[in-house]
């Protein structure tokens, strides 16, 4: 994949555009990793909600997370969103994607939540995500990088090692991070959530 990541906007009535024109717009700037999925996404619904402007990341679901942009640029909430295809366990998608997020929003992100899923993704991707967002959030209050890992991590219940290893990565990644990050104002944290209905546990 090439680092040039393209990002796009999707009209009201889901038509692709160009990039955002005129002046950049106000407000929180917010990369959410894994949008496509549901965890992921009602997290960047809950930050657009909160009038966030939202940049949905995605490996694969490009229909959901187009869903999901037109949703958020349909609102009457001033927020906006865009999607952008990436390899998150790649260092070079990692930065096109901040990239992307400042050159469309105009300035640097806030907030940083980390939910993609698969092992590479899990562990190597939330570690490159993390670092560049350490490096580029903005300072002096206000930025947060948020990761998610799972009750499995304290369960350890059978059959699922390799998931389980991989958001025990995020865990101690996560833990270390918080405390590099102390005295720049960023804040680090991890999510576990609870149970919930997935699409892809109901399928036979």
């Keep these: 994949m090439s680092s040039q990541l393209t990002p796009h906007l999707l009209?009201?009535?889901?038509?692709?555009?160009?990039?955002?024109?005129?002046?950049?717009?106000?407000?929180?700037?917010?990369?959410?990793?894994?949008?496509?999925g549901e965890i992921g996404g009602a997290i960047a619904a809950h930050l657009a909600a909160l009038g966030a402007h939202v940049v949905i990341s995605y490996f694969s679901g490009s229909g959901q997370a187009d869903r999901l942009v037109g949703e958020i640029n349909a609102s009457p909430s001033p927020s906006r969103a865009i999607a952008v295809k990436?390899?998150?366990?790649?260092?070079?998608?990692?930065?096109?994607?901040?990239?992307?997020?400042?050159?469309?929003?105009?300035?640097?992100?806030?907030?940083?939540?980390?939910?993609?899923?698969?092992?590479?993704v899990n562990a190597k991707g939330t570690f490159l995500c993390c670092r560049e967002a350490a490096n580029r959030l903005v300072r002096g209050g206000g930025g947060r990088i948020v990761t998610i890992s799972t009750g499995l991590v304290k369960a350890l219940q059978p059959h699922f090692a390799a998931y389980t290893a991989s958001k025990a990565a995020v865990e101690a990644t996560t833990k270390i991070l918080a405390k590099e990050l102390r005295g720049t104002q960023?804040?680090?944290?991890?999510?576990?959530p609870g149970r919930w209905t997935r699409r892809c546990s109901t399928r036979g």
């Design 186 to 192: 960023i804040t680090a944290n991890c999510v576990a």
């Design 86 to 120: 990436a390899d998150v366990s790649k260092a070079a998608d990692v930065k096109a994607l901040f990239d992307a997020a400042e050159e469309t929003f105009g300035g640097a992100a806030h907030i940083l939540v980390a939910c993609a899923g698969a092992f590479a």
């Design 11 to 36: 009209l009201h009535g889901g038509g692709r555009i160009r990039q955002l024109g005129g002046a950049p717009p106000s407000g929180p700037r917010a990369i959410v990793t894994g949008g496509a």
